[in-house]
């Protein structure tokens, strides 16, 4: 492990980010958040030089604490008036441990009762793992724009004020449960692969309160 305030984070952005912010799609800024930041731990990087955050090696991640740093992450962001919204435009999410009885079973990500007070940009970001969003509250939206999830995707109890899932891809089960979309939810060109047998997208009990594209969704 480095110290990302010495060395930076060498990550490489591919995705199109001509319709985001500015500053997205150029270099990683956590860095100097970090070195700027007297509160938060230190970043660690991976032996390719790119922080916790972008890394793509998934068990130096899990054992680095990528969940609890994320959490700490999105809570230090909601307090810092400095940063307009929440880049996490090509992250890599990798789990805690297992509940799984098998030690070869993915991990899971797994966020619950949780914030978050601005945009959330998840532009092009990877979710090797299984992901489970429970009772999570963005405020301002979510974009998940290009956003590859290899595994199931279960939320939850959560409230989304615009919703972005254009281009997402979903390898497993995409379930909604009883999910607030307050503004917006656009799921253009989205693409459910999932192949385990019965209903492999369900929006059981969820309200949509704004416009809601599905164009060619597959």
């Not at 930041?37 to 972008?54: A, N, T, Y």
């Not at 978050?116 to 009772?135: G, H, L, N, T």
């Not at 004020?161 to 979309?181: K, Q």
Request: charged share 20%; aromatic share 14%; proline share 4%.
């Amino acid at each position: 492990m480095r110290n990302a305030a010495a060395t930076g984070c060498g990550h490489r952005y591919v995705g199109n980010y001509a319709h985001m912010p500015r500053s997205m799609g150029q270099a990683c800024p956590y860095p100097e958040i970090y070195a700027a930041s007297q509160s938060l731990h230190e970043l660690p990087v991976d032996e390719r030089g790119e922080c916790i955050f972008h890394s793509q090696d998934l068990a130096w991640k899990e054992t680095s604490g990528f969940l609890e740093r994320f959490v700490e992450l999105v809570e230090f962001l909601n307090g810092d008036n400095s940063q307009e919204f929440f880049d996490f435009a090509e992250f890599v999410f990798a789990g805690g441990a297992s509940d799984a009885a098998s030690a070869s079973a993915p991990s899971i990500f797994r966020l619950s009762d949780l914030t978050f007070r601005k945009q959330a940009y998840m532009v092009a970001a990877s979710f090797p793992v299984p992901v489970e969003f429970d009772r999570i509250d963005f405020q301002e939206g979510a974009a998940f724009e290009a956003a590859g999830f290899a595994h199931d995707l279960k939320v939850h109890d959560t409230t989304i004020h615009g919703l972005n899932c254009c281009d997402i891809t979903v390898g497993g089960v995409a379930a909604f449960d009883h999910v607030r979309f307050l503004d917006h939810a656009l799921f253009n060109g989205a693409r459910f692969t999932g192949t385990t047998p019965g209903r492999v997208v369900t929006f059981d009990g969820s309200q949509f309160g704004g416009i809601s594209d599905f164009s060619d969704a597959v």
